[in-house]
């Protein structure tokens, strides 16, 4: 693979990271509008809204089984314009029935599309022989930005879901059709090693479940945020409810910022340092978050959660290809079903602690869990496979 060939597969992932993040934002912000197009009572919405993850586990799970055959960029190829025409129709239908399909297809295709984008991510990083994935996750979140922006538009304007879809699927469906003729994996040092966890291409489980407690443990903090800080800080800390709306676009943006940085500090520290440092700051803020004698207060705390929660998740998949070199892809796609488990244990774990106890209290649960993650900390470094700086080990390639 020539130099020129990783960086083309480098930019065009990272449009796919973007793209991604731009349909799942628009998804999850306009999900009141959606409610009131299909007319879909609020006892009925929960399931609607758990049954995309649910969906999405599925996807991942079917994607290990399906790249045994074909490579990953094929699956990411026909996977995110799935997702995007069904984004298009979750806006077009008008019966509820039309939503359940729609969202169906979405979880589906958003599962394989996670994993397979994952999967090149890691392949990417083994042959640049050092950090990179916390720039995938950059895009992403630079997408979830741009979504939640657009989001508010429609909103603002008030646009029909239709109306919103409709420009940005014009637009990001052909872009990442494009992008996709130069996907690229990879065959750094170590794709085709055999050795204790990766001989013979199995995945023991019982090796991979420490990265797995710490995805779930990820994104029950991370849906803690999406999900609750906005009535947090309006109901617990008195704030008005227009600033009750900024907490969660700090959080966005600092998201963007600790991963766009986050790279350098992995080359520098190592992976062990960054995830350490980000869960102790992501624990700071969550404990800051339930002890804050008022709104502002409260926003320095989901600023910290920003910057410390960002580097956990990218680390966690890079740190599942060092570990499983011989069969990462099916080691990222198992991983990737935690995304998911945390997603949906997030949000009514903190809900059903809240309405029990107190929302404070229930802000120290995931202040918990996330500090379990230094427990694990060590399996995001074995020394063999540690990128960059002064852990770098001899590469074949080191471009862009």
Known sequence: MTDAGLR???????LSFGVQGVAFALLVTRI????????????LLPVFLAAVPILAGAGSVATEKVVARVRPGVVLRWSQPLVLLALLGVGAGREVWHVAVALGVFGLAVGALDASMNMLGVSLQRAYGRSIMLGFHAAYSLGGIAGASLAWAGARWDLSLLVSYLPVVAVLLPAALVGSRWYTEGEGPGAKESGPAGAGGAVPFRLLLPLCLVMSFAYI??????????????????????LATVPYNVYMVTTLLG??????GVRRFGAVAVVRGGSLLAAGGFAVVAVAPGAWAGMLGFTMLGFGLCVIVPQTFAAAGRMFPGNSDAAVARLNIFNYVGFLVGSPLV???????????????????????????RAFGPEPARYGGGHERPHTADVG
């Open 259 to 264: 991963r766009a940085v986050g790279d350098l």
């Open 32 to 43: 009141p509008a959606i409610q009131d197009q299909y007319g879909i009572a609020d006892g």
């Open 351 to 377: 809900g059903a602690l809240g309405d029990a106890w107190s929302y404070r209290g229930a802000m120290l649960v995931p202040m918990v869990l996330v500090l379990a993650t230094l427990v694990y900390a």
């Open 221 to 242: 903090g991370d849906s803690t945020v999406s999900n609750w800080s906005a009535k947090y800080l309006q109901d617990v800390l008195g704030s008005s409810e227009q």
């Open 8 to 14: 083309h597969g480098r930019a065009s992932l990272g």
